[in-house]
């Protein structure tokens, strides 16, 4: 069973629950940003906020934990999601190239070995192996989570959209793409040691000190065989690829609680803009839908 009532209880049992918290992302921070196109995206999508005028957006940073209180310490998995402002549409990204689970039910497959045995247990680890096995397509993204560099800063990070979307072009041509923040800081990373005594939030703190910040958008476009539907697959490093514009993040939001029961939906696009054949990207309008019913009940 892939309900979203199903994957959400399940993801509970992740972090344990915290009412009124996203289920994943819990401990994140609004800020106001802009985007401005370069152009490059015009000839190949419709999409207004890509190839018009500088769009306002929002942008929030987040740890992956399900616990807002969970130290930011150490090679987390972190968020970068943009709601663009004009029109709707958002982009939601983490700072590992590929997902670890290419379909819903194999995610709840995943997330059920992460749990369902006691934390720090043999059988635990014993229930993970069996998921990879069961799931070679996965590995790559377990090697990447298990690589990733301790930031230091927000704005030091790249972050991947991960899925396959659909540009439509204005001649009705379409065309597979992947996004990419890249950080106009460069990538700056500490070791483990570093960020030993890191309390929650410590790289939101960071990122007050350090505004405004920016990233380029980079546009990689599929080949012919590439993979479109499994988001645990990367396509090839020398696709082409288009610099579509530049987001630079400003100030913290003026009404940080009206922006975090924000969603932040990847599912959400702007004409000229479609979802691929992924079925991780369609079921993720029905889970977020799910974990927002949940903390706007406060639950
Ligand atoms: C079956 C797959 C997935 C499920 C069930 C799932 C579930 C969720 C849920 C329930 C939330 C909290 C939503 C809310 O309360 O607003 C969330 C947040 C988030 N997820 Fe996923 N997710 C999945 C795949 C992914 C993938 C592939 C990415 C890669 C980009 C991703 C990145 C994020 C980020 C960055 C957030 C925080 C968004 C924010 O700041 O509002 N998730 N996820």
């Known amino acids: 069973m892939t309900d979203p009532v199903t994957v959400v209880d399940a993801m509970e049992r992740m972090s344990g629950l915290h009412p009124g918290f996203r289920r994943a992302h819990a401990l994140g921070r609004c800020y106001d940003a802009t985007f401005t196109p370069s152009g490059a995206a015009a000839a190949y999508t419709a999409a207004a906020h890509l190839r018009g005028e500088p769009t306002p957006a929002i942008v929030r940073y987040s740890n ?20 663009f402002l004009s029109p709707e549409t958002d982009l939601v990204a983490l700072n590992v190239p590929v997902f670890m689970a290419s379909t819903p039910a194999k995610f709840l497959d995943m997330t059920r070995a992460l749990t369902d045995k006691p934390s720090g247990s043999q059988q635990r680890a014993d229930a993970v192996v069996a998921f990879i096995t069961a799931n070679p397509e996965s590995v790559h993204a377990f090697q990447e989570a298990a690589t990733i560099p301790v930031p230091e800063s927000y704005a030091t990070i790249r972050f991947w959209a991960q899925h396959a979307f659909v540009w439509v072009g204005p001649d009705g ?4 793409v992947r996004y990419r923040w890249e950080p106009d800081a460069g990538l700056h990373h500490l070791t483990a040691e570093d960020s030993a005594d890191w309390g929650p939030g410590h790289l939101l703190d960071e990122l007050a000190d350090r505004l405004p910040v920016s990233f380029t ?3 990689q476009f599929a080949g012919p065989e590439d993979p479109t539907a499994d988001p645990t697959q990367p396509w090839p490093a020398d696709r082409p690829e288009i610099d579509a514009g530049r987001l630079e993040v400003v100030k913290p939001v003026a009404d940080q609680e009206f922006w975090d029961q924000a969603v932040f939906d990847p599912t959400r696009l702007a004409e000229g803009i479609e979802l691929s054949d992924d079925p991780v990207l369609a079921y993720r309008k029905q889970a977020y839908a799910e974990g927002r019913r949940r903390r706007a009940a406060g639950h």
């Open 173 to 176: 041509t379409r065309r597979f």
């Open 64 to 83: 992956t934990a399900g616990d807002p209180g969970q130290p930011d310490a150490g090679p987390a998995v972190r968020g970068m999601a943009v709601k």
């Open 217 to 219: 958008l980079k546009v």
